[in-house]
Nanobody, 116 residues
């Protein structure tokens, strides 16, 4: 059974930075693409970034140039470095594992609040 545990959320002023972490259990981490999503209460979950098992990355236009996704396969952890944060980045951020079998796993989410 795969478990994903996010950490690193918090409150920050506009222009600030945060680094989210997502620790995964299970050996399939290394062969799985990892995504970050975010969701504002009452709105649909929004995809933010993806990193493939080989390290290729892609980003939503809204975060391109500000956010960086990375992974450490030795630690079974994926990161989201968020710089230049804006109030519209405020959301609950979720880690997602997209496995080769088609089954998705989700973390519990971590709150990010950007406010002055």
């Amino acid at each position: 059974q795969v478990q994903l545990v996010e950490s690193g959320g918090g409150s920050v002023q506009p222009g600030g930075s945060l680094r989210l972490s997502c620790a995964a259990s299970g050996i399939i981490f290394r062969i799985s693409a990892m995504n970050w999503y975010r969701q504002v209460s009452g709105k649909q979950r929004e995809w933010v970034a993806v990193i493939s098992s080989g390290g290729n990355t892609n980003y939503a236009d809204s975060v391109k140039g500000r956010f960086t996704i990375s992974r450490d396969n030795a630690r079974n952890t994926v990161y989201l470095q968020m710089n230049g944060l804006k109030p519209e980045d405020t959301a609950v951020y979720y880690c997602n594992m997209a496995t080769l079998s088609g089954k998705d796993y989700w973390g519990q989410g971590t709150q990010v609040t950007v406010s002055s």
